[in-house]
């Protein structure tokens, strides 16, 4: 499958309306931002005293967003991991990639730019499964302004390589994902992991405070 040249954005949303706000700012402060098909994915309550902040990040986003996006919003309740997979499933199956930030993210307005270049340019590389936006602050790769290569993954902005979705190996690379989500930048915990690498970019994604 032909990739587009701007991927999809998945953005995932639950009850932080404060930090929906900040994120859809920053998003739509991306360039890029207007040639990207936008989702939103909207889990449910997970208890009933939620329904009121989920009812106001929804009604936010909505706001924010307007026709600009396909909302798409669940009664029931599935849970941040397997919302995401079902979620980006959906959309790598219509367009082959997508982009995923979740709504606790500030983007820096370079980020839909560099994720889509790096689709383009490594979607013919075996090796890669998964491209970040988020630089680990530690360091050993303080300093560094060149894409780099690691055998682990990051939740905090990240787009599916196309070869990973082609191969589907995206569903069992995603359950990794989530069941390494503390795998040391050392690698030592990563024996799962040791063969999946993705390119990292040199510019942060900041977490907003809580």
């Given at each position: 499958m032909?990739i587009?040249?701007w991927a999809p954005?998945?953005?995932?949303?639950?009850?932080r309306?404060?930090?929906?706000q900040?994120?859809?700012s920053?998003l739509q402060?991306?360039a890029?931002?207007?040639?990207?098909?936008?989702f939103v994915?909207?889990?449910?309550?997970?208890?009933?005293?939620?329904l009121?902040a989920v009812?106001r990040?929804?009604?936010?986003?909505?706001?924010l967003l307007?026709?600009?996006?396909?909302f798409?919003?669940?009664?029931?309740?599935l849970?941040i991991?397997?919302?995401?997979?079902?979620?980006v499933?959906?959309?790598?199956e219509?367009?082959?990639?997508?982009v995923?930030?979740?709504?606790?993210?500030v983007?820096?307005?370079?980020f839909l730019?560099f994720l889509?270049?790096?689709l383009?340019?490594?979607?013919d590389?075996?090796?890669?499964?998964?491209?970040?936006?988020?630089?680990?602050?530690?360091?050993?790769?303080?300093g560094e302004?060149?894409?780099i290569?690691?055998?682990?993954?990051?939740?905090w902005?990240?787009?599916?390589?196309?070869r990973?979705?082609?191969?589907?190996?995206?569903?069992?690379?995603?359950?990794?994902r989530?069941?390494?989500?503390?795998?040391s930048?050392?690698g030592?915990?990563s024996?799962?992991m040791t063969?999946?690498?993705?390119a990292c970019?040199g510019?942060?994604?900041?977490r907003?405070?809580?």
């Open positions: 032909q587009p040249e954005v998945a953005v995932f949303i639950y009850n309306p404060v930090h929906a900040r994120m859809i920053s402060s991306c890029g931002y207007e040639e990207s098909p936008l994915f909207a889990d449910g309550p997970r208890h009933p005293r939620d009121p009812e990040t929804r009604a936010l986003a909505r706001r307007g026709e600009r996006a396909v798409l919003e669940r009664e029931a309740n849970g991991d397997i919302s995401v997979i079902a979620g499933t959906q959309l790598c219509r367009f082959g990639t997508a995923i930030v979740e709504e606790d993210l983007l820096s307005p370079l730019q889509n270049r790096a383009q340019r490594y979607q590389e075996p090796r890669v499964m998964q491209l970040s936006g988020y630089m680990f602050d530690v360091p050993q790769l303080r302004e060149e894409a290569f690691l055998p682990l993954t990051t939740s902005g990240w787009a599916t390589a196309p990973c979705v082609q191969s589907g190996r995206y569903s069992t690379f995603t359950r990794w989530w069941k390494t989500s503390s795998t930048i050392s030592r915990k024996t799962r063969r999946i690498c993705f970019c510019f942060r994604i900041l907003t405070s809580n």
